[in-house]
């Protein structure tokens, strides 16, 4: 599966469920982004899972 580019940035955000960085970013950024911010509260997700099971 292809992934589309993703900010480091949005990821990071989305796994510490904060959006900290959003403010710094370029307006040219904001989609990859939130692209980072859905991939990190699902990655935050699955390792919840990994970690009660």
Partial sequence: ???AFLSRRGVA???LD???HEA???ETHSA???RGL???A???RE???LVKA
Avoid: F
């Fill in 18 to 20: 904060c959006r900290n």
């Fill in 38 to 40: 859905e991939v990190g």
């Fill in 13 to 15: 955000d989305g796994l």
């Fill in 32 to 34: 990859s982004y939130q």
């Fill in 42 to 44: 699902e990655l935050k």
């Fill in 1 to 3: 599966m292809a992934m």
């Fill in 47 to 49: 390792i919840a899972k």
């Fill in 24 to 26: 710094t970013l370029h």
